[in-house]
């Protein structure tokens, strides 16, 4: 048995989801959670300024200090949210014809019934935007046939005239709505689900040139040796390509994670297997296969019961029908509750949004539990370690700090998605 790692200098890569708040608003994210993590763990430290190094990449520094340790992390963004913003940005006359077939289109070739047999809440919730999506066309429709009607019973306008003026009205009906959709996230889901399926089909993507510069920065990354450890970080549709970001890096090296730090795919709510479960995701799922069999990295896919966006206990390897090399080790599932981690007034007010819910995976809770993303990502133990022992990792910590690391393999709270036994599950 061996000593588990203690991190002094980390170098995260986060990958950025179908978000169009960016870096700014992601970095306003972490700072709460950083005051709320700091307060609930009770180590000193510092977090330095969002700095924009370019339209692709920004980054943040963090220093975290205990009685016994400390730990530099190197945290870079991803900035995807210029493209994610042309997208939503473009014409609803563009943006609906491209929903409404990607919703169609996932009835007729089945993949609404496999994503339903997969995880029957997630497919529940891509219906509920959907229905939405129909539902403000619906209102648009019919408010343009009440002012048709208004025309011709009130206003005594002639039918011909009063039926122009009933087509006319519906867009202006669709536009004075938009707010409200924009608000009830209509606009984002219905635009990001398009895009993730033509990447996952391996079509030309706006998000190709970025995923190649990052993974050639993470390559230079492992090359220099400068840390202890690599993580690339993906959380709700970023799974989708945080992991072509990591696929990629191990095509431009091979030798990934043999130069020195080790290199982890995290994966955090991750919807990729509704994007790797369609008839033609032949990129997708090229990229699960490389991955799971690559015995130089650790892929730690995180989920948790309560979250309706990810996909609870689904096996993504069995489930995609990918063979398992006998060496292989990926993915490690790691079931994370979010009610251990927050307090019972907290925890109401999370599950008021499922939103809100999704996003505690990269948020902190009021109160030490197994899983809290800035001391995953930030503090001095290895973030495999957490993984396959997320209960002792936790009770390493004394009350003023103090990391007392202990051997591997003690309160194991991952399990690879071939194993028999179960990590413990939400309350």
């Not at 429709?141 to 006319?168: C, Y």
């Not at 993507?205 to 993470?218: G, T």
């Not at 599950?351 to 996003?359: K, V």
């Not at 503090?379 to 690391?405: E, K, L, N, R, Y």
Request: glycine residues 8%.
């Amino acid at each position: 048995m061996g000593e588990r790692a203690v991190i002094r200098r980390r170098h995260v890569f986060y990958v950025e989801g179908y978000d169009p708040q960016g870096a700014e608003g992601y970095y306003d994210l972490f700072q709460r959670a950083w005051k709320r993590t700091r307060k609930t763990w009770a180590f000193d430290g510092q977090l330095g300024a969002l700095t924009l190094d370019s339209d692709v990449v920004a980054h943040w520094d963090i220093t975290t200090t205990g009685p016994n340790w400390r730990t530099a992390t190197r945290y870079e963004f991803l900035r995807l949210e210029g493209i994610i913003g042309r997208n939503m940005a473009e014409p609803m006359r563009r943006q609906l014809p491209r929903a409404l077939a990607w919703a169609a289109g996932d009835v007729a070739n089945g993949t609404m019934l496999k994503i339903f047999r997969a995880a029957w809440r997630f497919e529940l919730h891509l219906l509920y935007f959907q229905l939405l999506l129909l539902s403000w066309l619906g209102l648009a429709l019919a408010g343009g046939a009440l002012t048709s009607l208004a025309a011709a019973k009130l206003a005594g306008v002639p039918q011909l005239a009063a039926i122009a003026i009933g087509i006319a009205g519906a867009p202006v009906v669709f536009s004075l709505l938009r707010p409200l959709a924009d608000r009830l996230q209509i606009v984002q889901i219905n635009n990001c689900w398009p895009y993730l399926r033509a990447f996952a089909r391996g079509e030309d993507s706006a998000f190709d040139a970025p995923i190649e510069e990052y993974a050639a920065r993470i390559v230079a990354a492992a090359r220099a040796a400068d840390s202890d450890e690599i993580v690339v970080v993906g959380h709700s549709a970023a799974g989708v390509t945080a992991s072509a970001v990591m696929a990629r890096a191990l095509d431009l090296d091979p030798a990934l994670g043999q130069h020195g730090p080790s290199v982890v795919l995290l994966t955090l709510g991750s919807v990729m297997p509704a994007a790797a479960l369609h008839p033609s995701a032949r990129r997708m799922r090229e990229v699960v296969r490389r991955l799971v069999v690559e015995p130089s990295i650790a892929w730690i896919d995180c989920v948790s019961r309560k979250d309706v966006m990810n996909f609870w206990d689904y096996d993504l390897v069995a489930g995609l029908n990918i063979e398992r090399s006998r060496n292989s080790r990926n993915p490690l599932t790691w079931k994370v509750s979010f009610k251990d981690a927050v307090s019972p007034e907290y925890y109401r007010r999370l599950r008021r949004s499922f939103f809100r819910l999704h996003y505690q995976f990269i948020m902190s809770g009021d109160r030490r539990s197994a899983y809290d993303y800035v001391m995953l990502i930030a503090g001095p133990a290895a973030v495999v370690d957490w993984a396959q022992a997320a209960h002792a990792i936790a009770g390493a910590f004394a009350d003023d700090a103090t990391f007392t690391p202990a051997g591997r393999g003690e309160g194991s709270a991952g399990t690879s998605t071939d194993a028999a036994t179960r990590a413990r599950t939400d309350a």
